[in-house]
C-alpha cells in the first residue's frame, strides 16, 4: 500500500495527466485552478500490475459464488464516504481499461 499516498491531475485545458510530483505540489500549495482534477490512487494494482487510480474505468469479470461466469463489466473507481467504491473482491480480478476523462465512451451502454 506504498502507493496509496500517489496523485495525478486532469489538466482539462492541456487535455493531459500531471504526475510529476513537483508539480503537483506547486497546484496544491498556489491554490488549485479550477481546470485541474486531482485523483489519488488506491494503492490497488490490477491484474497486469498498473496502479488503480480515482477515476479510472476497470473491467471486472461477473462472479456467481466467486466463479467467473464469462461476463464483465465496466465501472468508475470513485471515492465516496472515506473508502474507494470497486466493484471487485481482489484487484487481481481488476483490468484497468481507461480514464473517465479520456475514454468516457467506455462506459456507456
Given at each position: 500500500?506504498?502507493?496509496?499516498?500517489?496523485?495525478?491531475?486532469?489538466?482539462?485545458?492541456?487535455?493531459?495527466?500531471?504526475?510529476?510530483?513537483?508539480?503537483?505540489?506547486?497546484?496544491?500549495?498556489?491554490?488549485?485552478?479550477?481546470?485541474?482534477?486531482?485523483?489519488?490512487?488506491?494503492?490497488?494494482?490490477?491484474?497486469?500490475?498498473?496502479?488503480?487510480?480515482?477515476?479510472?474505468?476497470?473491467?471486472?469479470?461477473?462472479?456467481?459464488?466467486?466463479?467467473?461466469?464469462?461476463?464483465?463489466?465496466?465501472?468508475?473507481?470513485?471515492?465516496?464516504?472515506?473508502?474507494?467504491?470497486?466493484?471487485?473482491?481482489?484487484?487481481?480480478?481488476?483490468?484497468v481499461i481507461g480514464n473517465?476523462?479520456?475514454?468516457?465512451?467506455?462506459?456507456?451502454?
Open positions: 500500500m506504498q502507493d496509496r499516498f500517489k496523485f495525478r491531475a486532469w489538466d482539462s485545458i492541456a487535455k493531459e495527466y500531471i504526475f510529476d510530483s513537483y508539480a503537483l505540489y506547486e497546484l496544491f500549495v498556489n491554490d488549485i485552478d479550477n481546470s485541474y482534477q486531482v485523483e489519488q490512487c488506491t494503492g490497488l494494482k490490477d491484474k497486469n500490475g498498473k496502479l488503480i487510480y480515482e477515476g479510472d474505468i476497470v473491467e471486472v469479470p461477473v462472479l456467481y459464488n466467486g466463479i467467473p461466469t464469462g461476463k464483465k463489466q465496466r465501472c468508475k473507481v470513485y471515492y465516496k464516504h472515506g473508502a474507494f467504491n470497486i466493484y471487485a473482491v481482489k484487484s487481481e480480478y481488476l483490468k473517465i476523462h479520456e475514454n468516457s465512451e467506455l462506459l456507456e451502454g
